[in-house]
Nanobody, 124 residues
C-alpha cells in the first residue's frame, strides 16, 4: 500500500506561479514507478495533466504544456508540479497518483494509489 499526501495548493492571481508537492510513503513508488498529476474542476471529469515515468520521461496534456513542469526527488520520496502562467481555468483540485508499473498513461484506471488532493484557485 502506498500513501500519497499532496500539499502546496492555495490561491493565486492569474499569471502567477505555484508549486504543489506530493509526499509518497514508498521510495520504490517514486523511483521505479509511474507517477502523475491529475486535476478535477467543479462539474468536470478528472483529467491527467502530467506524468513522469521510472526513466524520468515526462508527458503533458496540451492544456498545460509549456506552463507546468513535473519532477521528482527519489531521495525524498517527493513528486512536484511547478505551475507557471496560471489561468483561471487551472482552478481545480490537484491529485497525485501512482501505479504498480513503470510506464505512464493518463487513463484513470491505470492508477492504483491516489492522494486526497490539494485545492488550487486562480483568480482573474
Amino acid at each position: 500500500q502506498v500513501q500519497l499526501v499532496e500539499s502546496g495548493g492555495g490561491s493565486v492571481q492569474a499569471g502567477g506561479s505555484l508549486r504543489v508537492s506530493c509526499q509518497a510513503s514508498s521510495e520504490f513508488a517514486v523511483r521505479a514507478s509511474c507517477m502523475a498529476w491529475f486535476r478535477q474542476a467543479p462539474g468536470k471529469a478528472r483529467e491527467g495533466i502530467a506524468s513522469i515515468d521510472a526513466d524520468f520521461v515526462t508527458e503533458y496534456a496540451e492544456s498545460v504544456k509549456g506552463r507546468f513542469t513535473i519532477s521528482k526527488d527519489s531521495a525524498k520520496n517527493l513528486l512536484y508540479l511547478q505551475m507557471t502562467s496560471l489561468k483561471s481555468e487551472d482552478t481545480a483540485r490537484y491529485y497525485c497518483a501512482t501505479r504498480r508499473g513503470m510506464t505512464c498513461n493518463f487513463a484513470l484506471t491505470w492508477y492504483h494509489y491516489w492522494g486526497q488532493g490539494t485545492q488550487v484557485t486562480v483568480s482573474s
